[in-house]
DNA sequence: CCGAAGATCATTGTATACATTAGGCTGCCA
DNA sequence: TGGCAGCCTAATGTATACAATGATCTTCGG
């Protein structure tokens, strides 16, 4: 898209995922602008943009703020990105080439020496993570998975739950990322699909078990 | 939303919808604003918009086109909705209230006359059987449900779908729509949502035998 | 003192003018 | 004659000014 308002929806949406600007806050387009040194027109097309991801909620008289993400709302993300990954992943089983499977390899390796760096590179594992299921998504050719998608990776939630990966976690993460390789070179759609589930689940547990002590989650109506 | 934007939205969406604008065409700012009556600010909006449902397409220096939508797509699309609404429909079960239950009779109600009128009521048929869908998904109680369907929903096919049910067809969604009804009475997730994949799959075969009498696709892999 | 109504202020919606960039046309040169 | 280069045109991106609408504060009446 253009400069300034992807420029303007980066920032804000650094400064809602940085907690800059706090859960329930208001947001008014021209203090935005100042902050951003853009007009106020491009800051209305990323505001557009982020209260499409639901980072943003608008009150019947469109003024705005930053959406509050419950638990319960957290653990629904997940399950569709569950349902929507797995899908791309039994789609790509079908489709993809020895090009992008590839590709695939380089970003596990990329992701197999950020883990076992001396200290763990999270950025690069966040990066080549990103670029590992970006691959699986072109190989499903479908727009429409891709584009709903789009919408739910980049949520506060997605970002902060690499974050707060254990080793055991990462490596975890990594081995299933290896399985989903095999189904892959395989062609094999089932398998595809069930490991991407297990590993968004594993993702979700992961990041339930780090933000909420307090409560764990009745899973067995939700993962049935 | 606002007003022009909003106007703006609905005049370029029924141009496309109704062929006015067909697939591929060229979609430049200035020319909709002249025939919209407004500026080219809420003309981009309306665009925007329009490109997360995927009923635009740009290419790599933001021109925008018709999207052209191949049947795959549109199995595709189909596919994702019947994912996303049976999931709203289980979730619907276990918390829909008897007031919801109530006004989901009404549209049933409202349906039924709308079909066994003198002669098929498609307007009012496609009118409540939105509305019914909308209570659901207001009673699913899931933003993110709800996001994701609206995209969906207002697609070209879905509206072409409806227009082109034949009497029999009808009768069958209206059954499915009472067996729907039953299940939430109920409270029953799975048998709500084993009726509604039902529901949102034979829409699409209803859709497909009149649109593409020469290849009957091969479900065995998709719906599976 | 409380409540309601009106005015003022803040914020968002729209229009227009300007900047920038991609695409195409024409003319020159090989 | 064909291809490339540079200008020219057209379309999109951004800024700013203006309009409309909702929120807040003040004041007047009960």
Redesign the pocket.
């Given at each position: 898209?253009?400069?300034?308002?992807?420029?303007?929806y980066a920032i804000i949406r650094d400064m809602i995922l940085s907690g800059d600007l706090p859960s329930g806050a208001?947001?008014?387009?021209?203090?935005l602008?100042e902050q951003c040194?853009?007009?106020?027109?491009?800051?209305?097309?990323a505001?557009n943009r982020l209260e499409a991801e639901l980072l943003i909620r608008?009150?019947?008289?469109?003024?705005?703020f930053v959406a509050d993400w419950s638990i319960d709302d957290v653990e629904e993300m997940f399950e569709l990105r569950g349902m929507l990954e797995s899908r791309a992943a039994r789609r790509a089983a079908k489709r993809i080439s020895w090009e992008q499977i590839e590709r695939l390899k380089t970003h596990h390796e990329a992701i197999g020496k950020a883990i076992h760096a001396t200290k763990p590179d999270t950025h690069s594992f966040i990066e080549h993570n990103h670029l590992f299921h970006g691959v699986i998504l072109e190989a499903s050719a479908s727009a429409q998975l891709t584009n709903m998608l789009a919408r739910i990776v980049e949520r506060p939630i997605v970002h902060r739950t690499a974050r707060n990966y254990s080793l055991e976690d990462l490596e975890r993460s990594h081995r299933q990322h290896g399985e989903l390789i095999a189904a892959f070179e395989h062609h094999d759609p089932a398998w595809a699909e069930a490991v991407m589930i297990s590993h968004i689940r594993r993702a979700f547990h992961a990041y339930a078990n780090v933000h909420i002590d307090q409560r764990l989650p009745d899973m067995s109506q939700a993962a049935e």
């Open positions: 898209m253009s400069r300034a308002s992807d420029r303007a208001k947001i008014g387009e021209e203090a602008a040194g853009v007009s106020r027109t491009p800051i209305r097309e505001l608008r009150n019947d008289t469109q003024r705005s």
